[in-house]
């Protein structure tokens, strides 16, 4: 099991950065914050490139920097890559000579360039000078690169940042390929909750310097609903459901896909053939897409319907003029958030405990790699 103790405070004249918190980073570890959070600068503070750092960090027992000993080991010592928003690579070169410049400095290198190539899915673009490829290309070759100096841990700076939807998607697929045949711990920095979601196991939140939460991807998310709710200042994220589910169908012939929730089920359009039956898809519904009716709904269009019983209620401070409420509904264990006037809420006169059936359409159901 891969560990990272953070332990240090980094001040410049307009930000100050201040964390401790030890992570596990096994698989893919999100941090998630707006611009400005300390996202970027955590990253840099890991790899060494900060120099104004009050502290320690310590990687699988490892004391890469402790100040208080005066002692830090060099960047290119600590067997860390980061990878930046923009590629930052040999513009003269073409593509292999980028990367053959990278497994140069790995001395004793076991992987093969041939064999990263083929990963990183740049066979075809291996003589192609750099900046003859698109962005996205780019991008898989600086992610290559890192990879030829075999680090013990992948830093990612918001590799998506700069592409168009369909580049992204191919990237958070390859990124977790990646990570799931190189068996190597990724932290991954970016600005989209939907994107981590994705593809991360655990996720850091960051604002203004600080730690906001750590913990479960899903069960981090449904925090953020109860922050965003009690300090709108920290509107983190729209509220929602973070949900990963098996697929019992990827089509029932009417072009909808099927998951399973214990005895009930959740559909949403069909998505491309790469999914399978009994494949864990991650998706999330947004609490505003979600209605609550006191009786089973009769003659809906509206395709889902699930049974469930109010947990919670908690009133929003989100926007004093709409008055509404956040409403936690467990349906066959699983938390549901939603998101409703506090007119409706006393209309209906909803409490805690009371049994209800939550409503949705296909497309509310949303994932990001697709």
């Known amino acids: 099991m891969t560990k990272l103790n953070l332990d240090f405070s980094l001040h410049y004249k307009a930000f100050n950065f201040t964390i401790k918190k030890a992570l596990d980073l096994t698989g893919i570890t999100g941090v998630f914050g707006h611009s400005g959070s300390g996202k970027s600068t955590l990253l840099r503070a890991i790899a060494g490139l900060e120099k104004n750092i009050s502290g320690s960090i310590i990687f699988n027992k490892k004391t890469l920097i402790d100040t208080a000993q005066n002692f830090s080991v060099k960047p290119e010592q600590r067997n860390i890559?980061?990878?930046?928003?923009?590629?930052?690579?040999?513009?003269?070169?073409?593509?292999?000579?980028?990367?053959?410049?990278?497994?140069?400095?790995?001395?004793?290198?076991?992987?093969?360039?041939?064999?990263?190539?083929?990963?990183?899915?740049?066979?075809?673009?291996?003589?192609?000078?750099?900046?003859?490829?698109?962005?996205?290309?780019?991008?898989?070759?600086?992610?290559?690169?890192?990879?030829?100096?075999?680090?013990?841990?992948?830093?990612?700076?918001?590799?998506?940042?700069?592409?168009?939807?369909?580049?992204?998607?191919?990237?958070?697929?390859?990124?977790?390929?990646?990570?799931?045949?190189?068996?190597?711990?990724?932290?991954?920095?970016?600005?989209?909750?939907?994107?981590?979601?994705?593809?991360?196991?655990?996720?850091?939140?960051?604002?203004?310097?600080?730690?906001?939460?750590?913990?479960?991807?899903?069960?981090?998310?449904?925090?953020?609903?109860?922050?965003?709710?009690?300090?709108?200042?920290?509107?983190?994220?729209?509220?929602?459901?973070?949900?990963?589910?098996?697929?019992?169908?990827?089509?029932?012939?009417?072009?909808?896909?099927?998951?399973?929730?214990?005895?009930?089920?959740?559909?949403?359009?069909?998505?491309?053939?790469?999914?399978?039956?009994?494949?864990?898809?991650?998706?999330?519904?947004?609490?505003s897409d979600i209605s609550i009716c006191l009786n089973e709904p009769q003659n809906s269009t509206i395709v889902n319907q699930l049974s469930g019983q109010i947990k919670a209620i908690e009133s929003s401070a989100l926007d004093e003029s709409t008055h509404s409420v956040l409403i936690t509904v467990i349906c066959s264990a699983q938390e549901f958030f939603v998101h409703i006037s506090s007119y409706s809420q006393q209309k209906l006169a909803l409490a805690i405990n009371q049994q209800v059936y939550l409503q949705f359409k296909a497309g509310a159901v949303r994932t990001y790699l697709y």
Do not use: W
Request: charged share 20%; glycine share 2%; hydrophobic share 45%.
């Open 81 to 287: 890559s980061l990878v930046f928003q923009d590629s930052r690579l040999f513009p003269h070169l073409t593509v292999r000579d980028n990367l053959t410049y990278a497994a140069k400095r790995c001395v004793n290198g076991q992987l093969k360039l041939t064999d990263i190539l083929k990963l990183t899915e740049l066979e075809a673009l291996a003589d192609a000078n750099v900046l003859e490829i698109s962005s996205g290309q780019r991008q898989r070759v600086a992610l290559a690169r890192a990879l030829l100096t075999e680090p013990k841990l992948l830093l990612l700076d918001e590799p998506l940042s700069a592409l168009d939807q369909l580049s992204k998607t191919k990237l958070l697929r390859l990124i977790v390929k990646i990570q799931q045949q190189l068996n190597i711990p990724i932290l991954y920095v970016s600005h989209s909750v939907d994107e981590l979601q994705q593809v991360c196991d655990n996720i850091l939140v960051l604002s203004q310097g600080k730690v906001v939460s750590y913990g479960n991807i899903h069960q981090t998310i449904h925090q953020l609903n109860f922050l965003c709710t009690r300090l709108p200042s920290e509107q983190l994220i729209h509220q929602q459901t973070s949900l990963s589910l098996p697929i019992a169908s990827t089509d029932n012939g009417q072009g909808l896909m099927v998951l399973t929730l214990a005895e009930q089920e959740i559909l949403l359009p069909r998505l491309p053939d790469m999914f399978i039956k009994n494949q864990q898809l991650r998706c999330f519904i947004l609490a």
